[in-house]
DNA sequence: TAGGGATTATTGTTCAACAACTTTGTTTCG
DNA sequence: CGAAACAAAGTTGTTGAACAATAATCCCTA
């Protein structure tokens, strides 16, 4: 592969990480020279990222890591609802994505085990794997564009994660409703595991929306 | 603007219109030269359009424009039929995306009215007033982010269109049946138009399918 | 203290050069 | 004659430096 390739891989996997808190600014210079690259390199990189909506992007004034707004999250959700839903419902059982998702599932609950109170570290992965399970759940669409436009979404999303403090409250309850859509989805069949889906997606919303909130109040 | 993002959108309108043939190679140099830009701002609006689909980039073989296949046109209907049915299945009736979609329907007919057989301009302005009723319709969502993603699958679907000959074959029956949707979605609501439109893409499909298939063989 | 203007820093763009790689053309050998 | 190996040519990938264009900062004045 290219190097801005991986360039642009280990940037969007930092970013991902929090390496670069959402809405910092991103000097061209500074992480150039970090990376051992040159800064039309790196340019090049910024705007694949910015592309993806990771990064924003304002002339003269450079890149920042995005930092979605309220609107943002309503918007990223109700496009999740419209993929999601209409993956799972259109989708059959016998779909090899099944197995992933049965495989983030228990990775989820795996990791929720053993998570501390308040390591948020841990809780980020039980949140990955959680993301896991809807990108695999996605794939039941057999759409390598859809695939691509979620995952651009589900980036997005997790950099609204990212400013929430507690994410215990954030990934926790969110495994037993995975663990739920899987089941109904394989025992009660495609209608009822996206209606299933339907209720997590609102919760999810509500819960993020309503940590915003109380954000911009404290 | 910038001048990558004026470039950009250059050489996006010229690749839609058809300047460049789907497949072909864009020599960075000569393209440069053309413009009357550097190598590296060319480059920057390349990678741009590479992420929208319109260009394929493959490492030290250069960019050309993209050349959409069977399997890719398949995708584009499905993710189609995802967005577009069920934009319009959720929307509501006094949505102003709606009056645009009105007169994108009376522009396409008043096109194909004036249209001789085989002008192949104006055919393919048809094809536009079509595509700009379509693409009104996922504004019904109200999602930036779904018309993002809309906006870039019209821009590959186009593609497709340009590698058909005959392009009144392509756009003269939808005309109609773009007035079909609309027409069912106003006297009898959204779920009925959503079914309307269903049909449409079915069909829509099944015409770009079968001319690529007859391309293949002569 | 507020406004205005010079200063500084950062981004936008160009250019020239070289490295890395692909493609093409040629040669050589079976 | 055909195929593999090799050399040559052309294109892209990346760099570093330079300058232009714009934004942010600081300092001075009223």
Redesign the pocket.
């Known amino acids: 592969m290219?190097?801005?390739?991986m360039?642009a891989d280990a940037l969007r996997q930092q970013i991902i990480d929090g390496a670069f808190a959402p809405g910092s600014?991103?000097?061209?210079?500074a992480i150039a020279e970090h990376f051992?690259?040159?800064?039309?390199?790196?340019?090049?990189a910024f705007r694949a990222l910015s592309e993806q909506g990771l990064l924003e992007?304002?002339?003269?004034?450079?890149?920042s890591v995005a930092s979605p707004s309220i609107a943002d999250v309503i918007d990223i959700y109700r496009a999740r609802r419209i993929i999601e839903c209409t993956a799972l419902q259109q989708s059959e059982p016998e779909h090899p994505a099944v197995q992933r998702m049965q495989e983030a599932v228990l990775a989820a609950e795996a990791a929720a085990r053993d998570a501390l109170l308040d390591d948020t570290e841990t809780w980020r992965a039980v949140g990955s794997a959680n993301m896991a399970f809807h990108v695999a759940l996605v794939d039941l669409a057999d759409s390598p564009r859809l695939a691509r436009t979620y995952r651009d979404l589900a980036a997005e999303l997790r950099l609204a994660f990212l400013k929430i403090d507690d994410p215990r409250s954030l990934h926790e309850p969110f495994v037993r409703k995975n663990r739920a859509v899987l089941d109904t989805f394989l025992a009660r069949g495609a209608q009822a595991g996206a209606a299933e889906l339907e209720r997590y997606l609102v919760q999810s919303e509500r819960v993020v929306l309503g940590a915003f909130a109380r954000m911009q109040l404290g």
Do not use: C
């Open positions: 290219n190097q801005q390739g360039l600014r991103l000097s061209e210079s051992g690259v040159a800064r039309n390199t790196l340019r090049e992007h304002i002339p003269h004034r450079g890149v």
